[in-house]
T-cell receptor, first 114, second 115 residues
Framework: AQSVTQPDIHITVSEGASLELRCNYS??????LFWYVQSPGQGLQLLLK??????LVQGIKGFEAEFKRSQSSFNLRKPSVHWSDAAEYFC????????????FGSGTRLSIRP | DADVTQTPRNRITKTGKRIMLECSQT?????MYWYRQDPGLGLRLIYY???????NKGEISDGYSVSRQAQAKFSLSLESAIPNQTALYFC??????????????FGPGTRLTVL
């Protein structure tokens, strides 16, 4: 069965520091992977997605993610975080029969230290 | 105006009551979804619909039902609410073109509390 694991429940980084949020997936074929962000009191917004091609994917708000098949990972990175990046981040993979049924990880809450 | 709207935004109800959550979208998408979000569990799919005549159960459909009244409207009902249905509920839409691996657009959520 397909699954997504986000091992870090809560991360705190200082403003201006670099960020990496971890995501591991389990899927029998080439996955379709997503990162979503949920700001407090808001719905989810797509940051970036990987379908195929270049394994380094650029997204909105200065985020990027790298697909590593050998490690079954799709980690999210940002070189310098801003206070406005404080939010919850969800990694997701398209499910077994696909057709847009996305399976979400449990989320990582990001706090920013002034 | 928001592309995906949900009503109500907040609701407190009592055990055993019937409640309906509504979702409307102006994106023209044919696919609509209902999720619930619980702390530490991420989002779990309740039901999804690929067009007006198509309704499918998701991961956690027990205790829920849905109605796709039109392409733009997808309602979620709790026939007899129970406290463990207290959660944040999200509606989402996506375009069915291009093989279906398309971004889902989310509404702002409905916070439901069952006492």
């Amino acid at each position: 069965a397909q699954s997504v694991t986000q091992p870090d429940i809560h991360i705190t980084v200082s403003e201006g520091a670099s960020l990496e949020l971890r995501c591991n997936y389990s899927y029998g074929a080439t996955p379709y992977l997503f990162w979503y962000v949920q700001s407090p009191g808001q719905g989810l917004q797509l940051l970036l997605k990987y379908f195929s091609g270049d394994t380094l994917v650029q997204g909105i708000k200065g985020f990027e993610a790298e697909f590593k098949r050998s490690q079954s990972s799709f980690n999210l990175r940002k070189p310098s975080v801003h206070w406005s990046d404080a939010a919850e981040y969800f990694c997701a993979v398209v499910g077994y029969s696909s057709a847009s049924k996305i399976i979400f990880g449990s989320g990582t809450r990001l706090s920013i230290r002034p | 105006d928001a592309d995906v709207t949900q009503t109500p935004r907040n609701r407190i109800t009592k055990t055993g009551k019937r409640i309906m959550l509504e979702c409307s979208q102006t994106k023209g998408h044919d696919r609509m979804y209902w999720y619930r979000q619980d702390p530490g569990l991420g989002l779990r799919l309740i039901y999804y619909s690929f067009d007006v005549k198509d309704i499918n159960k998701g991961e956690i459909s027990d205790g829920y039902s849905v109605s796709r009244q039109a392409q733009a409207k997808f309602s979620l009902s709790l026939e007899s609410a129970i406290p463990n249905q207290t959660a944040l509920y999200f509606c989402a839409t996506s375009d069915g073109q291009g093989g279906g691996y398309n971004e889902q657009f989310f509404g702002p959520g409905t916070r439901l509390t069952v006492l």
